[in-house]
């Protein structure tokens, strides 16, 4: 009975885990460059442990910590933490951490582990590894649609502009994007009305 109470809760935790996903990240800018990672589940997730690094893909390199609620979204940045919140003009809702020296590279990779060094999310990019891929120089990337998050497919990813569904603005320096806040593609949106108007009809 108890191990199988340790396997259920085990079993529940890299559920959660892995709800955590790459949503956006710049690796060259007037600004600083800067990944973006978001709790796509419905309950918060501790951090404490967790680490980022890019293709050396070596866990524990960039610590991470906080709690991350429920939809909302965490940055790592080349920047200072205030630095990067004044350009793209964030409130403290939005984790950030800053002076982040892993710096990204045109061709680089992102990695995610969690407290158990487990690989949790991925993301290989480079437009001229991939020809036809999106470079991010003063543009952020984005999962082009639901089925690009957390698959590691760089096809499917695309630049951020100014009044696009996932509604990027420009920072003060120039630079465009949406850090901290992720909206889903259109198609995802839809999925997700749905599914609520579902869940609403079963409980009433």
């Not at 710049?26 to 589940?41: K, Q, R």
């Not at 901290?180 to 599914?195: D, E, R, W």
């Given at each position: 009975m108890m191990k199988a109470m340790i396997l259920a809760v085990s079993v529940t935790a890299a559920a959660a885990n892995a709800n955590i996903r790459i949503t956006e990240y710049m690796y060259s800018g007037t600004g600083g460059e800067f990944i973006e990672i978001t709790n796509l589940g419905h309950s918060a997730i501790d951090l404490t442990g967790w680490s980022y690094d890019d293709d050396s893909r070596t866990p524990g390199s960039v610590m991470?910590?906080?709690?991350?609620?429920?939809?909302?979204?965490?940055?790592?940045?080349?920047?200072?933490?205030?630095?990067?919140?004044?350009?793209?003009?964030?409130?403290?809702?939005?984790?950030?951490?800053?002076?982040?020296?892993?710096?990204?590279?045109?061709?680089?990779?992102?990695?995610?582990?969690?407290?158990?060094?487990?690989?949790?999310?991925?993301?290989?990019?480079?437009?001229?590894?991939?020809?036809?891929?999106?470079?991010?120089?003063?543009?952020?990337?984005?999962?082009?649609?639901?089925?690009?998050?957390?698959?590691?497919?760089?096809?499917?990813?695309v630049l951020s502009f100014v009044g696009d569904s996932f509604g990027s603005w420009t920072s003060t320096r120039g630079d465009i994007g949406n850090p901290g806040t992720h909206i889903p593609s259109p198609g995802a949106a839809a999925l997700l009305c749905i599914g609520g108007l579902v869940a609403t009809r079963r409980r009433r």
């Amino acid at each position: 009975m108890m191990k199988a109470m340790i396997l259920a809760v085990s079993v529940t935790a890299a559920a959660a885990n892995a709800n955590i996903r790459i949503t956006e990240y710049m690796y060259s800018g007037t600004g600083g460059e800067f990944i973006e990672i978001t709790n796509l589940g419905h309950s918060a997730i501790d951090l404490t442990g967790w680490s980022y690094d890019d293709d050396s893909r070596t866990p524990g390199s960039v610590m991470l910590s906080g709690v991350l609620g429920r939809g909302r979204s965490l940055i790592l940045t080349e920047d200072s933490e205030a630095t990067f919140r004044a350009a793209w003009g964030l409130g403290l809702n939005v984790l950030v951490v800053g002076n982040v020296t892993h710096n990204l590279g045109r061709a680089d990779e992102i990695n995610i582990y969690d407290a158990g060094a487990n690989l949790i999310d991925r993301l290989t990019y480079g437009d001229q590894v991939f020809p036809g891929t999106i470079r991010t120089q003063g543009r952020s990337g984005n999962p082009g649609n639901p089925g690009a998050i957390g698959t590691n497919d760089i096809a499917s990813w695309v630049l951020s502009f100014v009044g696009d569904s996932f509604g990027s603005w420009t920072s003060t320096r120039g630079d465009i994007g949406n850090p901290g806040t992720h909206i889903p593609s259109p198609g995802a949106a839809a999925l997700l009305c749905i599914g609520g108007l579902v869940a609403t009809r079963r409980r009433r």
